[in-house]
């Protein structure tokens, strides 16, 4: 408890990001949907710094994780690169008309977002690199955003304070 | 002089911004049009992943890893006397055809021998050890602990005491990464032992099973027929224990790989003489 005191929500989120990030590349045989729920879980992360901490930052961070993403779960460069950099040049434009809704209203939002990244990625997979678009997969991704989400954004609010 | 300094400040703070979000993205188009050639950058980023990142995300992912490996012996432990009874009952059967092997061995020794022919068409590159797994909704992949260093190049064979595993997708100094054969993107020619009906395969979507894509003439091979790599595509060895055909539909037949994907500890890669 002490030691969170030190870091401020920008820093913890980066923390969430680094072990989402580190659990979803890393399949466990047992639990087969541990690392999708983390990868999802490092989605809603990254979608929150943007909406909420915006930064100069987070392109580097984009770069960085998008990169990463798509060499290790794709082993070609492409997908996650260009999913994570235009939410953050759409987010640009976008801010202004953000900034007037309610907090209900932009939950939904972040909520549609995530959805919207999730199945660009998959499209985009497909249409690159020719990977097969799997439908049951991505349910499971609806499905298992679905659960996720509202903890997520409990969790989130509580660290923001 | 103080409020013209300031805002000179901003500007140039601002232009830099600017430029970082313009380099940045100048880079990833980059990248992205390059992700495909054989470019020394693309290898070096592809280098530092697999060699720094993966073990750094393994030490993070530790916790998880452990538990499951508890969740695991748990279940071993709970299932330990009923395996036992199981395993007794096994080798008494493995005894009986231990017996009827060493027969079978000398007798095809002496057939080989009158038929002149060779032992095996296989090379022994690398036995390698998996490092991870990213078994995910893009791609089944796992990465193995030998590199271009021993000699693994692309499209080599990676197989286990089971039969044919995959196909190495992309070879670093020290790591390699092979392309299960259970991934939706990868395609196998195979050939059924009885009828030599030859066709595709590719991975099922559940991860289980693998269909066939194309089957040529249209003859569907029989229910529980031992499928073998036909050697036509040239990428996998001829003759290459792949599954056995478990479920035959109209125009299509799944085939069940002989091999435990769950269960890959260390891995041959293999070539052909």
Sequence with gaps: ?161 | MAPKFQIKVFQISSFIKNLTIISIVTLSFLLVFFSKSDLYLINGIKNISNAVIIPITKVISAPVNVFSNFVDEYKKFRSLKFENKILQEEIIRLKKWQTLAIQNSRENKVLKKLLNATDNNLTLVKTASLINRNDTIYSKLINLNAGYDDKIMKNMSAINERGLVGKVIDATSNNSRVILLTDPNLSISVKSVSDGIFSLLTGHGDGKYLVSSFVKENKMPRLGDIVVTSGTAQIFPVDLLVGKVAKVEKNRFFVLPFVDFKNIDYLQIVTSK
């Design chain 1, 1 to 161: 408890m002490e030691f969170s005191k030190f870091l401020n929500p920008s820093s913890k989120l980066n923390i969430i990001l680094i072990i989402s990030f580190s659990i979803s590349v890393n399949s466990f045989i047992l639990f087969p949907n541990v690392n999708n729920v983390f990868y999802i879980l490092f989605h809603l992360t990254l979608i929150y710094l943007i909406f909420y901490h915006y930064h100069y930052y987070l392109y580097v961070v984009a770069l960085i994780y998008g990169i990463l993403f798509d060499i290790l779960l794709l082993n070609n460069i492409g997908v996650h690169l260009i999913t994570f950099l235009s939410l953050l040049i759409l987010f640009i434009f976008l801010r202004k008309y953000l900034i007037s809704l309610s907090s209900y209203q932009i939950i939904f939002i972040y909520f549609i977002t995530l959805i919207i990244l999730l199945l660009i990625e998959q499209s985009l997979a497909n249409l690159i690199h020719n990977y097969k678009f799997n439908m049951s997969a991505f349910l499971n991704f609806f499905l298992i955003s679905l659960i996720i989400f509202i903890p997520t954004v409990f969790l989130f609010t509580k660290l923001d304070k």
